[in-house]
């Protein structure tokens, strides 16, 4: 429904390269940014394979509310409250809940639960890497050894 309208020209061949690159990736994902540099309305598909961590952020700043349309397979979002408690858990999966709204200051992060996924995201703000996300403190940075037993945790419980 939404695919046709957010991203009326994504071929097959950008997207097999996206998930190449994204295969190559040690994060396991790629990003096209779809904004140009000071733009306030940033732009963004995310092509994610099912091993990629992404370490829980907040983004500061009342404007920053982001929002994900799903594309193609399935993840969970999660929130989680100062501590690190989980506090929810939304899945968007294509044909049932294929969009939702992280407020602004919220902690947050996402599990694939499908080997491919294409999330469109957008978010407020003109983007400065300095204030533009504040990582959790609580959870493993990414790419650490960590990283790889807190994401199967979080699949766990993702999948309750």
């Not at 099912?50 to 983004?59: A, E, N, W």
């Not at 996924?117 to 703000?125: F, K, L, N, Q, R």
Request: proline fraction near 4%; charge should be negative.
């Amino acid at each position: 429904m939404m695919e046709g309208r957010i991203i009326p020209n994504m071929q097959e061949n950008e997207v097999n390269n996206h998930f190449s690159i994204a295969t190559s990736s040690i994060r396991n994902r790629s990003t096209s940014i779809l904004h140009k540099k000071g733009d306030y309305l940033n732009k963004a598909i995310n092509y994610v394979l099912f091993d990629s961590y992404m370490h829980p952020h907040l983004h500061p700043g009342e404007e920053k509310i982001e929002k994900m349309y799903l594309i193609e397979g399935s993840f969970a979002l999660i929130l989680f409250n100062d501590k690190g408690d989980i506090d929810e858990t939304i899945t968007l999966e294509k044909g049932k809940r294929e969009f939702v709204e992280v407020p602004a200051f919220t902690w947050h992060t996402y599990v694939m639960l499908a080997h491919k996924v294409i999330i469109y995201e957008t978010m407020e703000g003109v983007y400065d890497p300095c204030s533009w996300k504040r990582m959790a403190p609580w959870a493993p940075i990414e790419d650490s050894h960590e990283a790889k037993s807190y994401l199967q945790m979080l699949k766990k419980y993702a999948k309750k």
